[in-house]
């Protein structure tokens, strides 16, 4: 059996080579030229012991795997209790429990906690918007950030040219990104699958040119500056009002003005309409049309014999998942303050898409926790800069080769039957 | 002699060079028990799915309650109440039993997104319609200790009974079943007999059936209709049909 001892040397070599270029050279400076030295000695001795280590595990792997075996995560359903009346009122009490926390809690922690947790809420109204597409309707959309750019660039471009607030702008946002997702569900309707993902991509990289290349409209690449902040009932959160007439938030109240007032404003208005998300999406998945979604996703032709019209579905489904991003686009615009193309790239639908898959198709608990994961985790991981990625590429691939189904695979309603015999 | 509910005449289905389909018509009376039968291959599948508007037939036509509903898609076909089952059973198999039998009452439901928002009353009694019709056509399959299990973790035969409960549930006229007995055990298909019986006797169904499980057709036929190679046979009563010498001939071969 020399077969392990060979690919053990070849990956030795492999992590050698790579290591010496990427970790054992230094550059220095000598006025504008780079001059390539050694490393230290320190260095090297790390990326001997790294490649001995690589060989030794690739020489034993197969008796390390056998040692230790992977051990299985604790199933979730084991830790909540028993299906019943008894577990839906634990379950509203939790529910309840959290929201309350997420009402409190900004008011303890501090700025950047806050300013985080904003953001995460953007991405968890993001990944539900599009588990209805890609969870429920089972239409794999690579675009989905397209429709966020729409409704941020709504918002923006409202505000700019007409001096719209956020608060009309909110509904607008939502109801052109549907208006777009309708309109991209036309062309699409006859494919599914690889050929769906690709037409999907393209879309959404055409909105992105566009937005970069309508210079006169949109700005191009510099972006539209300057988005007013969202308002609570005409009172501003800045020092001084910016509108004349209007009282700033602090003035009216009588406290000093404190700049953290804006920051857990803003949460909390994402806190609402996370919330509204989440009532809207667990309503629709047990209403006619999320389970006409999830019968197209099933089966199509079965969903025509009983007289489903699937086009109807796949719009809708589209339109909806659509407008989710529409609203979440409107709230960024305004949270940012400024917007770029350079916010809608491809990644981000990525991301997004790596949300619903990691949290579990079609389930809002597994999305709402793979959102707080992929935008927590990589923040926290900051101190190892620039691993942060790599580790994060990591995670993933452990986690779909632990749990492919998902953080929380979605659950099927249990629907009480009555009879009346 | 009842009205005529579906009526085929000189239907024809080309895939590129090959005739398909050649000419078939039949008649379904309401109800009535019409069987097609013939060899693997006859045709006898592209037929159904030119019926249930899954197939756009070349030539021909095709009466439904004396409306032309020939080129129409599958979903204004079935809405009309004309709805089918499929040769390897096709279910929802990710979702519930009970939620199979829902999705099926999609449009009896009807009830717009704010009035489900919102859970109003209205809303309330159409669910509460559509789970008792499910839950009444479960007790009659013999699946109602199964309705929350997911469909795909059904038995074969509890399986063909399940998508058969779900066409019931749409409240059809004509119940088209494409070998609803292959892959049962006697027993199961003893059950079924009585079953499609039951369903003409009770709820007024006209049932058109591909069959190969002989026993069964000729027993519950009230017409059979034999199709080979595409082209129909011979056409009649159960009896007519077993002493053709054509239809022997094509199914046991040259003597």
């Known amino acids: 059996m020399n077969k392990p001892i060979y690919s053990a040397l070849f990956s030795a070599v492999v992590m050698l080579i790579l290591a010496s270029f990427l970790l054992g050279v230094d550059l220095e400076t000598q006025g504008i030229t780079l001059i390539p030295e050694l490393a230290g000695d320190q260095t090297w001795l790390a990326i001997g012991l790294a490649t001995l280590v690589v060989f030794l595990f690739q020489l034993f792997r197969e008796q390390i795997a056998s040692l230790i075996k992977l051990p299985s995560l604790p199933s979730i359903d084991s830790m909540l209790p028993e299906e019943g009346p008894k577990r839906t009122k634990l379950t509203r009490i939790a529910v309840a429990l959290v929201i ?65 607030s956020f608060w009309v702008a909110l509904p607008i946002s939502g ?4 208006l777009f997702g309708f309109l991209l569900g036309f062309p699409v309707l006859r494919l599914r699958g690889d050929y769906l993902a690709i037409v ?13 290349n309508w210079t006169e409209l949109t700005g191009g690449p510099n972006g539209i500056s300057r988005i007013p902040k969202p308002d609570l009932f005409g009172l501003e959160f800045s020092r001084r009002a910016k509108e004349e007439g209007n009282v700033p938030f602090h003035e009216f109240f009588g406290i000093p003005y404190d700049a953290s007032h804006k920051v857990i404003f803003l949460y909390l208005l994402a806190v609402i309409l996370v919330l509204i998300t989440v009532y809207v999406i667990h309503r629709l998945t047990r209403m006619p049309i999320g389970r006409a979604w999830e019968a197209l996703r099933e089966d199509d032709i079965a969903c025509r014999s009983l007289g489903l019209n699937p086009t109807v579905v796949k719009l809708t489904a589209f339109t909806m998942g659509a407008s989710f991003a529409g609203f979440a686009g409107c709230f960024f615009a ?43 985790l990589p923040e ?8 942060r990625m790599l580790l994060f590429g990591l995670m993933m691939v452990f986690m779909m080769a632990w749990r492919p189904q998902g953080l929380v695979p979605m659950k099927r309603p249990h629907l009480e039957l009555k009879t009346h015999e | ?24 018509s039949l008649t379904v009376r309401e109800k009535e028990i019409v069987s097609v039968i013939g060899p693997n291959g006859a045709g006898k599948t592209t037929v159904f799915n030119c019926i249930s508007g899954f197939y756009t037939p070349t030539e021909g ?9 020939q080129g129409l898609k599958g979903h204004k076909i079935a809405r009309k109440g004309m709805v089918r089952t499929f040769q390897h059973v096709r279910l929802f198999k990710d979702m519930t039993v009970i939620e199979n039998l829902l999705v099926a009452q999609h449009l009896q439901m009807n009830t717009n997104l704010l009035s489900g928002f919102f ?4 809303y309330r009694a159409a669910e509460d319609r559509a789970m008792q019709n499910a839950a009444f056509w479960l007790k009659k399959v013999n699946l109602l200790e199964m309705a929350n299990r997911e469909a795909g973790n059904l038995s074969y035969g509890q399986q063909r009974r399940l998508e058969i409960a779900r066409c019931m549930v749409t409240h059809p006229r004509l119940l088209m079943l494409d070998e609803p007995a292959a892959g049962l055990n006697p027993n199961e298909t003893k059950e079924l007999d009585e079953l499609i019986c039951n369903l003409r006797d009770e709820f007024d169904v006209s049932i058109l059936l591909i069959e190969h499980d002989m026993s069964l057709v000729m027993g519950i036929s009230d017409q059979i209709a034999v199709i080979n190679q595409g082209t129909p046979l011979a056409s009649g009563t159960p009896a007519e049909v077993r002493d053709n010498p054509d239809v022997i001939k094509a199914y046991l071969g040259e003597a």
């Open chain 1, 100 to 164: 309350v926390g997420m009402f409190i809690w900004p008011f303890f922690a501090s700025r950047g906690a806050i300013d985080l947790a904003t953001l995460t809420l953007i991405y968890i109204m993001l990944g539900l918007g599009l588990n209805i597409v890609v969870g429920l309707a089972g239409l794999l959309d690579l675009g989905y950030v397209a429709f966020y750019a729409v409704g941020a660039y709504t918002y923006a471009l409202l505000s700019l040219y007409y001096d719209v």
């Open chain 2, 1 to 24: 002699m009842n009205k005529a509910l579906l009526e085929v005449s000189g239907l024809s289905m080309r895939f590129g060079g090959l005739l398909a389909v050649n000419g078939v």
């Open chain 1, 334 to 376: 305004a949270r940012q303050g400024f917007i770029s193309p350079e916010s809608f790239v491809f990644i981000e639908s990525a991301i997004i898409l790596a949300i619903v898959v990691l949290g579990g198709m079609g389930s809002q608990v597994g999305v709402i926790l793979a959102a707080i994961l992929l935008t927590v």
């Open chain 1, 200 to 212: 999907t991509l393209g879309f959404g990289e055409i909105i992105r040119i566009l937005l970069n």
């Open chain 1, 175 to 178: 109801l052109l990104a549907a």
């Open chain 2, 61 to 69: 036509t095709i009466l439904f309650d004396g409306e032309q509903v």
């Open chain 2, 119 to 122: 859970k109003t009353p209205s």
């Open chain 1, 380 to 387: 926290l991981a900051r101190e190892f800069q620039e691993y």
